[in-house]
């Protein structure tokens, strides 16, 4: 990527503007930033290790094989019409970027299969926090 500048903080419109130009560059990016997270998450896993529970939300967790054998994975499921017309609300959102990020991740019947746990996510806040706290009882009391 020499010819972007990169500078801190990160300018994502750079970096989507990298990965839109060259595929190789996703790689590129990947390989920089999912140790970071690797080392992010398991000093949040130390600080928080007195926890009953502590609930990680990383992209790409399984394409990266972030996740290790006793975790507990939650699939939250929602309509993809839904997910694409807010997604495309988002400000800065970039359709091209989107599908290259897309083609990255597991197919959602694989994630949904090697999860523990489903939500069905239908946007109503109500029902998921009632769902969540359902499968928070079962892992912490099971």
């Known amino acids: 990527m020499p010819k972007y500048k990169i500078s801190f903080p990160i300018n994502k419109n750079i970096i989507t503007q990298a990965i839109i130009d060259n595929n190789y560059n996703i790689k590129k990016i990947v390989r920089i930033i999912h140790p970071e997270i690797r080392i992010k998450m398991n000093e949040f896993m130390k600080k928080n290790k007195l926890k009953k529970a502590i609930v990680l939300d990383i992209p790409l967790l399984m394409e990266n094989k972030i996740n290790k054998k006793n975790d507990i994975l ?3 499921d929602a309509n993809k019409n839904e997910i694409s017309k807010r997604l495309k609300k988002r400000l800065n959102f970039n359709n091209r970027a989107y599908k290259k990020f897309k083609k990255l991740q597991l197919s959602l019947e694989t994630k949904r299969k090697k999860s523990n746990f489903l939500i069905k996510n239908n ?11 359902i499968i928070l009882n079962k892992i912490l009391y099971a």
Do not use: A, M, S, W
């Open 123 to 133: 946007f109503n806040n109500q029902l998921v926090e009632k769902n969540v706290k």
């Open 74 to 76: 939650i699939f939250v």
